[in-house]
């Protein structure tokens, strides 16, 4: 897959365990304009997703001051990396242009029953535990969620580096996630950024909320950024660069041979 260039900075949140490594297909298609904060230390086993975001924006800010100020940014989160986006805005001291929401939820509850069953019943773990969990498929993900090999390596890479403490925090912290939806304005008064969504029809963990997506796909689980990466990355480059005011409307379009996107035929070259 070849770099696009996108035409503004975009900030992606990992879910769960997971860390920057989720995102290789977005960061091999986007290069240097994707960016993934680090996480930071989880205080108290019930910290909630919101009091996490909260102290997570003091070293976000940090990154986002290094922007451009002349072009607008984008935030998106996958999983619970959406809800941390949400709960982010107000705490944010310069606005995304929009939040896109991967396999995500806008308003609690998000988890599925196997979230909050495993909340109460995961004991302590272990980096081993993980990634045996993903070979037998028993993380919700069906048996490999649709990925092709590659994906599957990376899944275990990933479990197997992940930190067992904070995927705990973040299972019961998913599980737990108290969330209104978000309001029309913020406290200073500004709009909350647009929101847009997508999500697979077959998603295990965070099910799907059709009047709230923007575009579902079909066969898509729960990790739709690797099984099917072409299409999140078209629809993520499609959405940021319409809000960029980079009109495509009236080129000729060809289709796309994933999932019938549809391109210009000069771009589609490109991915």
């Known amino acids: 897959m070849r770099e696009l260039t996108l035409p503004a900075p975009l900030m992606l949140l990992p879910g769960l365990g997971a860390d920057g490594d989720l995102f290789g297909p977005q960061r091999q298609a986007f290069g240097d304009a994707v960016t993934t904060p680090d996480w930071i230390d989880v205080k108290a086993d019930n910290e909630s997703i919101g009091r996490y ?126 969330y209104p939806g978000p309001s029309e304005s913020l406290p200073n008064g500004d709009a909350f950024p647009a929101i847009y969504q997508i999500h697979g029809r077959h998603d295990w963990l965070i099910p799907l909320r059709e009047d709230d997506c923007d575009m579902v796909i079909d066969r898509g689980r729960h990790l739709i950024n690797l099984s099917h990466a072409t299409t999140v990355n078209r629809w993520l480059f499609d959405r940021i660069t319409e809000l960029c005011g980079i009109d495509e409307s009236t080129d000729p379009r060809v289709e796309d041979p994933d999932l019938t996107v549809m391109r210009r035929p000069e771009l589609a070259a490109q991915f």
Do not use: C
């Open 53 to 178: 975001a909260e102290r997570w924006a003091e070293s976000i800010n940090q990154q986002i001051a290094t922007f451009r100020t002349d072009r607008p940014w984008f935030l998106s989160g996958m999983s619970m990396g959406g809800m941390l986006a949400l709960e982010l805005i107000p705490h944010l001291d310069r606005k995304p242009a929009a939040v896109f929401l991967i396999s995500s939820a806008r308003s609690s509850p998000a988890a599925t029953w196997w979230a909050k069953l495993a909340a109460g019943t995961t004991g302590p773990l272990k980096p081993n535990h993980v990634a045996l969990m993903v070979k037998l498929g028993a993380i919700p993900f069906g048996i490999r969620d649709g990925q092709d090999d590659i994906g599957y390596k990376l899944l275990l890479k990933m479990a197997k580096q992940s930190d067992p403490a904070r995927l705990k925090w973040a299972i019961g912290a998913t599980a737990e996630w108290t």
